[in-house]
C-alpha cells in the first residue's frame, strides 16, 4: 500500500499528514478517508480545480491526466508541471507527497462566506 504525504497547508491540515491508502484511490478519496477535508466543490467529477494538488514527489508513479484534466488545470491557481486534480490522481503502488496550493478557486465556498 502507498503513503500519501500531504504537506503542511494552514486550512486543509496545518501539521501535515501521513496516510496509508489502497493503489487505485484517487488522491482526494484517499486525503478525504484520512481527515483531509480538501475542497472539491464538483464532487470529483473533473469539472473544477479546487482539489488541484502539486505533486512533490511521487507524480509519475500516479495514473495519466486526462485531456479534460489538462484543460482544467490551465484555470487552477499555482500551476505547476506538476500540478494534479487530486479527485482524478489515481495512486500506484509507490508513495506520493503533495502539497495543497494556498489558494484554490472556489466559487461554491466564496458564495457561502
Excluded: F
Excluded at 503513503?3 to 491540515?13: A, E, F, G, N
Excluded at 477535508?37 to 511521487?58: L, M
Excluded at 495514473?63 to 487530486?86: K, Q
Amino acid at each position: 500500500m502507498p503513503t500519501l504525504r500531504i504537506l503542511p497547508h494552514r486550512d486543509y491540515c496545518p501539521d501535515g499528514a501521513t496516510l496509508t491508502a489502497e493503489a487505485g484511490v484517487t488522491v482526494c478519496d484517499a486525503m478525504i478517508a484520512g481527515g483531509v477535508e480538501i475542497d472539491h466543490a464538483c464532487e470529483k467529477s473533473c469539472a473544477c480545480t479546487t482539489c488541484h494538488v502539486v505533486v512533490r514527489e511521487g507524480y509519475a508513479t500516479l495514473g495519466e491526466a486526462s485531456e479534460i484534466e489538462e484543460d482544467l488545470l490551465d484555470r487552477a491557481w499555482g500551476l505547476s508541471p506538476t500540478s494534479r486534480l487530486s479527485c482524478q490522481a489515481v495512486l500506484g503502488s509507490a508513495d506520493v507527497t503533495v502539497e495543497i496550493p494556498r489558494y484554490s478557486i472556489n466559487h461554491a465556498r466564496e458564495a457561502s462566506h
